[in-house]
Structure formats: structure tokens, C-alpha cells
């Protein structure tokens, strides 16, 4: 089985790794003919210093040789993918279509499989989320994900294609829920990564964690979401890693927010969007999403991390 990865950063590469070792043929496609041509040659990876790219992996940046291919990842930024699918979307007819990114699309306010739905209605919409570092899985450590798709059918069969001898896919039709899970750890790792910058210490990360998993299944009860989703990998799992190391850019995010460390600004921050998109909705739905409220506010420098603190600190005493 031959598979195609749109996007040839860290965690496409990672894919096409991970499935190439298991004996697919993967075409890796990055926009930049140059670095592409470069990778073919040298079998390296700009954002995987540690990793070497197999044989059965072409890499290529024409995306005639990705439409060839019935079974394509996108492992595009969020915001990335609806200008995508629209660009390509007659190429794109009848194909399975994972996304691998995980927000909330700035404009509609919809995850990434229900994007796909809307814009290539005759493609196989699914998504692979969970918790999972790129290097991790380059590396061939073991790893846990969910692929959400709406048709049990055709999940089961991209389920068993997927999964490797070292990355364990497990399936939902829940695609709402880990839609969700996906998108608001990033929101919730920033948080932490802000509290552990100022120095506001572990147990404040610990009630962040919490109380963001709380946020995380409002907004997912009030969109239809199975919370049992939200407990499994694409929600409490992918909130555990993202919200405990430095390896998640989210997190890195956040501790520069709080002044503690330099931040790239080139680098995609999924958490930073999705945190504007969600205070939106929000308020749209007549929710109250503190922490995502706040993190919004900390990105548009509304407010100070002092500020963040007094606005949590000094909300009304409640039940849990």
C-alpha cells in the first residue's frame, strides 16, 4: 500500500517514517522544491537532526505525484488546511484525507474533519490525533493515537493500515470529541507552560490541567461530543504531554509569554489560534471558558500574566 504526507515538517516526516518502516511506500511533499530535492539526496531531515528518511519514501514537492495516491495525511498547520482543500479540492475527489494537525479553524470555528467534509464532500474524512512528539515516533519509540472518522467501516480498514509495530492506533466515530481534545490541550499547554515560566510552580500547573479539562468537556457537552472521548487519547492524554514538557511548542509558547524563555516566532503555535477561536465561540454559545479567555488575552496582550493570575484567582468560589 502506497500512502502520500502533505507537509514535510517534523511530524509528517515523522509519519512517513513510521510507515515506511513498516513496509508502505510513502511520497513525503514539501512546498520547497530546493529542501526537497535535498532531503531525496541526503535522506536527512531539517527538524529531525536524529532521524534518516528510508528508501520507500520519495520526497517531492510536485503535488501531481501526492494526487496519485488514494490514502493522503495532511499534516498541514490548522489554518493551513481550509486554503488548501479549497485550492486542490477537485484533485482531492473520492481520496482518503487524514488530517494531522490539530485547531479550530480561525474563520469557521470547525475542527479539521469537519473542514474536510465541508469542502471535499466525497472524500473519506478522518484525523489522527493524540499524544505524540515527532521525534518519538522518528525514533521509533512507542506511541498511541486515535484516527477519528465518522464511518466505522472505513475507519477500521485506515485503522489497520496506520498502525505500526511501534505507533498503536485505536478508533472513534466521534470525530466532534477528538476534534475538540485535539485542539484545546494546545490552548491548556500554553497555560501551563505561563505558569511554570512566572514561577507559579507545579501545583498551579496541576489546577490549570484540571480545571482546563473542564473547560475541555463543557465546550464538548455543548457540541454533542462523547466526554469518554475527551478522557481517552485526543483529550486527557494529548493534555498530559503537551501540558508536562518542554518538548511541546505550545508549552514553550506559554513560558515565553511569561518572559522566561525566547520563542521562534516563525514556528507554528497551533494553541495561539485555536485559544482566539474558542474565546469566539464562546461566546457565541454563552459559555464560560476562563482559562481559554485568559490565554486568548495573554497572546493579544490584553493583559499581563499578574492580571491572568488576579482574573482566575478572583473568580466566585463554586462547587467543583
Do not use: Y
Given at each position: 500500500?502506497?500512502?502520500?504526507?502533505?507537509?514535510?515538517?517534523?511530524?509528517?516526516?515523522?509519519?512517513?517514517?513510521?510507515?515506511?518502516?513498516?513496509?508502505?511506500?510513502?511520497?513525503?511533499?514539501?512546498?520547497?522544491?530546493?529542501?526537497?530535492?535535498?532531503?531525496?539526496?541526503?535522506?536527512?531531515?531539517?527538524?529531525?537532526?536524529?532521524?534518516?528518511?528510508?528508501?520507500?519514501?520519495?520526497?517531492?514537492?510536485?503535488?501531481?505525484?501526492?494526487?496519485?495516491?488514494?490514502?493522503?495525511?495532511l499534516a498541514l498547520p490548522a489554518q493551513a488546511m481550509r486554503p488548501f482543500l479549497e485550492t486542490h479540492k477537485n484533485a482531492l475527489t473520492g481520496k482518503s484525507l487524514i488530517a494531522c494537525c490539530k485547531g479550530i479553524d480561525l474563520t469557521t470555528m470547525t475542527g479539521p474533519v469537519t473542514t474536510i467534509r465541508q469542502i471535499v464532500p466525497s472524500a473519506n474524512a478522518a484525523m489522527l490525533t493524540g499524544p505524540s512528539f515527532a521525534a518519538d515516533i522518528a525514533n521509533g519509540l512507542p506511541t498511541a493515537l486515535t484516527l477519528a472518522t465518522p464511518?466505522?467501516?472505513?475507519?477500521?480498514?485506515?485503522?489497520?493500515l496506520l498502525a505500526t509495530p511501534t505507533l498503536r492506533v485505536y478508533r472513534t466515530t466521534d470525530t466532534i470529541g477528538a476534534e475538540l481534545g485535539g485542539a484545546l490541550k494546545n490552548v491548556m499547554a500554553i497555560a501551563c507552560g505561563v505558569a511554570i515560566g512566572a514561577g507559579l510552580g507545579d501545583s498551579a500547573r496541576a489546577a490549570l490541567m484540571t480545571r482546563g479539562f473542564s473547560e475541555m468537556l463543557t465546550l464538548a457537552d455543548r457540541l454533542g461530543a462523547d466526554r469518554a472521548t475527551l478522557g481517552g487519547l485526543s483529550g486527557f492524554g494529548d493534555l498530559v504531554l503537551t501540558c508536562t514538557s518542554t518538548q511541546s511548542r505550545n508549552f514553550r509558547f506559554g513560558q515565553s509569554l511569561a518572559g522566561a524563555t525566547d520563542f521562534d516566532k516563525t514556528t507554528t503555535v497551533e494553541g495561539a489560534a485555536t485559544a482566539k477561536s474558542v474565546t469566539k465561540l464562546a461566546k457565541t454559545l454563552d459559555l464560560d471558558l476562563p482559562i481559554c479567555t485568559v490565554v486568548a488575552d495573554l497572546i493579544d496582550e490584553k493583559t499581563d500574566v499578574s492580571g491572568a493570575l488576579e482574573a482566575l484567582m478572583a473568580r466566585p468560589l463554586k462547587e467543583e
Open positions: 500500500m502506497s500512502i502520500a504526507v502533505i507537509g514535510a515538517g517534523a511530524f509528517g516526516a515523522a509519519l512517513a517514517i513510521t510507515w515506511a518502516e513498516a513496509g508502505h511506500d510513502v511520497t513525503l511533499w514539501g512546498r520547497n522544491a530546493d529542501t526537497m530535492s535535498t532531503m531525496q539526496k541526503t535522506r536527512e531531515i531539517p527538524r529531525l537532526s536524529d532521524a534518516v528518511l528510508p528508501q520507500n519514501i520519495t520526497c517531492s514537492a510536485s503535488l501531481d505525484t501526492v494526487f496519485a495516491h488514494d490514502i493522503i495525511a464511518d466505522d467501516t472505513i475507519g477500521a480498514n485506515l485503522q489497520s
